[in-house]
């Protein structure tokens, strides 16, 4: 299992041709009280930085961009319900989408965890 980050602070933890997508613990800080997140139904199918969702907070609205082409194979119910979860635990328990990876090559565009906290810093 590896796990990356995009520059639009996402993490990708990839198992074999699947591959689990959440928003970081840095972006759900910067969003603030997240209380709604719109979500695609599995069987959707996207290219990488394409817009797969949206996370609303007190703060604001925010795209999510898919860090990856693929098909969404499960979308976390979960968030539906109880959208503040990615406040808990937005590098686990709150991961959005199960995708199928449709390119590994483009795992290479994204960062390891070094350079995501570089670029945090």
Do not use: C
Not at 54 to 59: F, R
Not at 60 to 84: F, H, K, M
Not at 92 to 101: G, N, P, R, T
């Amino acid at each position: 299992m590896s796990v990356y980050y995009s520059e639009d602070h996402e993490w990708i933890r990839v198992e074999g041709d699947t591959a689990t997508i959440g928003i970081t613990n840095h972006a759900a800080e910067q969003l603030g009280d997240v209380v709604f997140i719109d979500l695609q139904e599995a069987g959707t199918e996207f290219e990488a930085s394409d817009e797969i969702g949206v996370i609303e907070s007190v703060k604001a609205a925010s795209e999510i961009y898919a860090p990856l082409s693929g098909e969404i194979i499960e979308a976390n119910a979960i968030l539906e319900d109880e959208p503040g979860k990615i406040n808990e635990s937005a590098e686990s328990e709150a991961w959005i989408y199960k995708v199928k990876l449709a390119n590994s090559d483009e795992l290479e565009k994204l960062m390891d965890a070094e350079a995501y906290k570089a670029l945090i810093a």
